[in-house]
Structure formats: structure tokens, C-alpha cells
């Protein structure tokens, strides 16, 4: 999400952060791709790392 290439929970704080207004992540925050970037987008990244991606 952050484009680091890892899923974790760094990604989880740039999702926050989005939400909270930061717009340096805007374009790929959305990552369940439902064009809104809220808590689903929290719960799939959670999803991701417990399934190792
Ligand atoms: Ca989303």
C-alpha cells in the first residue's frame, strides 16, 4: 500500500493516515478497490498479512 513492497502494519498507519486527511497516499489507500478508503481497507491489509502477502 505504502510501496515499500511489504504488507504490513506500516501500510495499516498510511490507511489512517489517509483517512485523517494525509493525502500522500490517496491513489492506493483504497486497497479493497470499493473507491473509498475507510476501515474495510484496515481489515483487508489485516487480511493480507495473516495470509502471509
Ligand atoms: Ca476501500
Do not use: E, L, P, R
Amino acid at each position: 500500500m505504502n510501496q515499500d513492497g511489504k504488507v504490513d502494519i506500516s501500510d495499516i498507519v498510511a490507511v489512517i493516515n489517509t483517512i485523517a486527511g494525509d493525502s500522500t497516499y490517496k491513489d492506493t489507500a483504497d486497497t479493497n478497490g470499493d473507491k473509498k478508503t475507510d476501515i474495510s481497507d484496515i481489515v483487508a491489509i489485516i487480511n493480507a498479512i495473516a495470509a502471509g502477502d
